[in-house]
């Protein structure tokens, strides 16, 4: 699969460095980027950025893993946020294991107002970031904010069109619950698909294009022309842990045609998880080439238009091509 697809990326690359026109008006609409993400980022990233450089230079301060909290009362937020209250929780590790682990927490990102007649939205986010230098903790910390505050405006904007949740049941079936349930299931195919069906999501293939576009910007400087912005692309974490992980698992799936007791189990868990009535293992091969197509597509395209967007601002961008900057890190 890789050829073809590898194939298909460059195309799209092509494309847009040959008739590509960046536009700030469509830039959220074709690319499901959060409007305003960058600013957003940069107000959150500046205001932490003060504890993480004093921390680095403190050599007795990260003999534990030191935990700040932040509300819109520590980071004034830009005036065109899409939200105006929030909660973030964030741990920095010291260490040469560059990451982050944590996520956005939708059900306690809607709290009752004070009247009692519904929920207020007030994005929840925890994060623990480890990094072995300054830079690399900031990067990482810009990677996961674009990832999880893209999460946040997904659900805002899902109940901005649906009316605000009433409960938590409205909440958790807006979300992808019963795919990180079977992620922590009892049986390794259900893990695999639980995996499958979460990162071909909506959700996720949004949070992962957000965070595309923070990871391009850090080597905006090498990304000259299609070819150079291909090989910017490949390398990111959003690729990586998206695109080369599905065509892993689906791999796995597909490939097992052999075993019919991995095929029975493949279609009960397929049936479970992604809510569906197949009866042969042929239709669940054949839904999942379709989900890869389709999710594959609409992927690299975005990615394509990114990566040109990125190439087109570049002059103005702040962030510094730092030799510290490591995208083959994990998240």
Not at 204 to 226: C, M, P, S, W
Not at 251 to 272: A, C, F, M, P, W
């Amino acid at each position: 699969m890789t050829n073809f697809y590898d194939k298909l990326l460059l195309f799209h690359l092509i494309h847009e460095f040959t008739y590509g026109n960046v536009s700030k008006k469509i830039l959220s609409e074709t690319r499901g980027i959060v409007p305003n993400i960058d600013n957003i980022v940069k107000t959150f990233v500046s205001n932490i950025g003060m504890q993480i450089y004093s921390a680095f230079n403190d050599e007795n301060y990260f003999s534990n893993v030191v935990t700040s909290e932040y509300t819109e009362k520590e980071i004034p937020l830009p005036k065109d946020c899409f939200f105006n209250q929030f909660y973030l929780k964030i741990s920095i590790e010291k260490n040469n294991e560059v990451t982050y682990h944590g996520g956005m927490y939708p059900i306690k990102s809607f709290i009752i107002n004070k009247n009692g007649d519904g929920f207020v939205f007030r994005p929840y986010i925890v994060l623990h970031i480890e990094g072995e230098s300054i830079q690399t903790v900031v990067n990482k910390l810009s990677i996961a904010l674009s990832h999880e505050l893209t999460h946040a405006y997904d659900y805002y904007m899902y109940f901005q069109k649906n009316g605000f949740p009433q409960s938590v049941d409205d909440i958790e079936k807006s979300g992808t619950k019963r795919f990180t349930d079977a992620m922590r299931g009892n049986h390794s195919i259900e893990r695999v698909i639980g995996d499958i069906m979460y990162r071909l999501s909506q959700k996720e293939l949004n949070a992962y294009l957000g965070q595309l576009r923070t990871e391009l910007k850090f080597v905006a400087t090498k990304i000259q022309d299609a070819k150079t912005a291909f090989k910017a692309i490949k390398e990111t974490s959003s690729y990586q842990k998206t695109y080369k992980f599905l065509e892993d698992e689906i791999s796995y799936i597909v490939n097992n045609v052999e075993r019919e007791d991995y095929q029975h189990l493949i279609i009960k868990y397929t049936n479970s998880v992604a809510n569906k009535n197949f009866t042969n293992y042929q239709q669940v091969v054949k839904y999942y080439f379709n989900r890869w197509y389709k999710w594959s597509e609409t992927y690299l395209t975005k990615a394509s238009k990114i990566a040109f967007d990125v190439f087109s601002e570049s002059s103005n961008i702040g962030y510094e091509d730092d030799k510290t900057n490591s995208l083959k890190d994990t998240i």
